[in-house]
């Protein structure tokens, strides 16, 4: 076991006749121990590269990588000691799956009664039990899948990769197996970096979550802290579903402190002893600036400002209102069936101690109130 | 589709017939002239029925060609030897170095790659008579005429760039993760190499190898060329059956039947790779 280290990575790709791509850009990552971490972005944010490069696969065009205090950017993948499962499962077509899942301990030279005794556990794990003298071709997608994803975990490794280890899986099949998967890695204490564009997968999987966005590593943090603490812009609105309401707001100085204008009847009212030097300093400088809300923090029913709906959806347990303010498109989020209907006109309220407030540079300079 | 009218299964057997007729005639009618003699073959009209001789075969296989000006000695045998021997060489050869060179192209992307993997592939298009004499005149200086060794090494230039681009079409069908998977299982590049990406590329390698055996196999000009008697081929050798007296019908039908033989019967041996290696190529998901 042991902890990863990534400092200062680099990818570039390089390719004839065509200018450089930057996959991964100065990444620094710790990953201590028996954590269970998150790759969290869109695609082509540089995850998989990172993912790659840890693997070997891929070299780093710069920095290093250290897995249990031993450098292993320049070894072969083969003496790495990580175990990985692939987005593509790639399962070796002329063996059956029990062969798969077993190829890795049979070349570790275990014992055959130690092998049989693992693939089974691990498979009735995943519950592919019933399929273990199938061939790859034969069974399905998903199926296909959970092979992939035993076939790494059965391993003795440092360190676990997996690459959208659940994307083929149905619903109900994958939250049981997240449980089942994060009780197995907890249990062993072992260390795991998966990959996914989910973010209910990453909150329910991860102890933290990376953010990345255009190779960059936009915040580390856990799921909590991304929701309440948003280091910037990309992360605030990339977090939560659905996502922040972002406006542009005029700064104004005033007696009690600033008053940031979204629109005419729209004005928000923020103390300065709420706010730390740094982003006093920052607001005194500018005059624009965006401001954030989540939208289960708009409260629709009541308040002095009025919305114009635009759609208005019951999703069973909390509605979803879009409506139109001051020219700004606003998602509110309320438990309340509330029945308006489009070019209604209802009240709504925000209050201050719930904004975001991001400097110009798209870092967030307040966070709102823990909720 | 529904064929079961009568008149359409009429006319689809009609219809197979005369595929299976022109496409079969020669070959028949090949095999037939092989057991007839020069003068039973020259008969006008033709004959469909007539009282088959071996004395073509006899003739081939004890090297002995009776012709009406008299005994002639030929060595068909020895040629259809030599034409075995190249054409394995040749083939076992290029295998040896189109399959790692097809991974290579396949798996890694590298200055001057595709410029290479296409000057490989001008070979084939380039005319053979082109290269013939500036090549022979090397051969002469080299010492290379008239051996074993530079004729399997000119047969390169045909079988090399089939292996290599057929193979690595294949190998770009494999999942590279598939062989990631296994090396980050404790196995070296090398062994993902021979242990995975082979073997899952093996149809692919069979189709090419046994193309390319064929393609060895009918060459005529190099050999014409660079080879004195004893080392050429069925194609060369059966220029021997044109003698002074006249052509040799009988025989040369005979040496055909036998010199289709070996690529028919390793064909129909790699039938099944062939099929598969040629419909099948990828490994999906």
């Known amino acids: 076991m042991g902890m990863l280290e990534l400092r200062n990575v680099d990818k570039v790709y390089g390719s004839r006749g065509k200018p450089p791509v930057h996959a991964v850009r100065a990444l620094d990552m710790d990953v201590p121990s028996g954590e269970i971490v998150a790759l969290l972005g869109s695609s082509g944010c540089g995850k998989t590269s990172t993912l790659r490069m840890i693997a070997g696969f891929e070299e780093v065009t710069s920095g290093s990588i250290a897995l249990g205090r031993r450098q292993i950017h320049r070894l072969p993948p083969a003496q790495r000691k990580v175990a990985m499962a692939f987005e593509g499962y790639s399962l070796y077509p002329p063996l059956t799956v029990r062969e798969n899942i077993a190829f890795a301990l049979k070349a570790q030279q275990l014992p055959r009664s130690e092998v049989t005794r693992r693939v089974d556990a691990i498979a009735r794990l995943v519950e592919i039990d019933d399929i273990l003298d199938s061939y790859p071709r034969a069974i399905s997608g998903g199926q296909q899948q959970r092979v992939s994803l035993a076939r790494a975990l059965v391993r003795d490794a440092d360190l676990y990769l997996l690459d959208e280890p659940m994307g083929q899986l149905e ?69 939560g579903e659905p996502p922040m309401n972002l406006l542009q707001a005029e700064v104004a100085r ?118 | 589709m529904d064929h079961s009218g009568l008149l359409g299964r009429i006319f689809r057997g009609v219809a197979l017939t005369l595929v299976l007729v022109f496409f079969m005639f020669p070959i028949v009618w090949i095999l037939m002239m092989s057991f007839q003699t020069n003068e039973q073959i020259l008969r006008i009209p033709p004959r469909l029925l007539f009282e088959p001789t071996l004395a073509n075969y006899e003739a081939l296989i004890s090297g002995q060609l009776r012709t009406a000006a008299g005994n002639l000695e030929i060595s068909f045998m020895r040629n259809l030897f030599n034409s075995f021997v190249l054409s394995s060489a040749a083939v076992v050869l290029a295998l040896l170095l189109g399959v790692p060179a097809a991974y290579a192209f396949a798996r890694f992307k590298f200055r001057l790659g595709e410029t290479i993997a296409f000057t490989l592939l001008s070979f084939r298009f380039a005319p053979p008579l082109l290269v013939l004499l500036p090549l022979s005149l090397y051969y002469q200086q080299l010492g290379l005429n008239d051996t074993y060794f530079g004729i399997v090494w000119v047969y390169q230039l045909i079988a090399l760039p089939l292996i290599l681009w057929i193979v690595r079409g294949y190998f770009e069908d494999i999942s590279p993760d598939i062989e990631h998977a296994y090396r980050l299982a404790g196995h070296s590049w090398r062994e993902a190499f021979t242990r995975i990406a082979v073997p899952l590329a093996g149809p692919g390698i069979a189709a090419a190898a046994l193309l390319s055996f064929i ?32 052509i040799q019908y009988g025989q040369i039908a005979a040496a055909i039947v036998l010199s289709v033989l070996p690529t028919l019967l390793l064909a129909l041996y790699a039938q099944r790779y062939l099929v598969e290696g040629l419909s099948l190529g990828a490994v999906k998901g």
């Open chain 1, 171 to 239: 619903p109900q099949l994958r939250a049981v197996l997240r449980g089942r998967i994060k009780g197995l890695l907890a249990e062993r204490g072992m260390t795991a970096i998966f990959v996914t564009h989910d973010q209910a997968e990453a909150s329910a999987l991860a102890d933290r979550i990376a953010v990345m966005e255009d190779g960059i590593l936009q915040q580390f943090a856990s799921e909590k802290d991304l929701k309440n603490h948003p280091a910037n812009l990309f992360v605030a609105s990339f977090i």
């Open chain 1, 254 to 371: 005033n007696d009690g402190g600033f008053g940031l204008s979204v629109g005419p009847d729209l004005v928000f009212q923020i103390r300065g002893d709420t706010l730390d030097k740094a982003a006093q300093k920052e607001l005194e400088g500018s005059a624009r600036l965006t401001v954030g809300i989540r939208p289960q923090k708009v409260a629709v029913g009541s308040g002095d400002v009025r919305l114009r709906v635009v759609s208005n959806q019951w999703l069973g347990d909390q509605s979803h209102i879009a409506g139109e303010c001051a020219g700004k498109l606003l998602i509110a989020v309320t438990p309340q069936r509330i029945a308006a209907r489009p070019d209604d006109v209802v009240p709504f309220a925000m209050e201050s101690r719930h904004l975001h407030i991001f400097a110009g540079d798209g870092t967030c300079i307040h966070h709102a109130e823990a909720a």
């Open chain 2, 215 to 246: 393609f060895c196999w009918n060459n005529f000009v190099f050999a014409l060329i660079l080879a004195s008697a004893d080392k050429q081929p069925v194609t060369v050798g059966a220029l021997a059956f044109v003698t002074a007296s006249g």
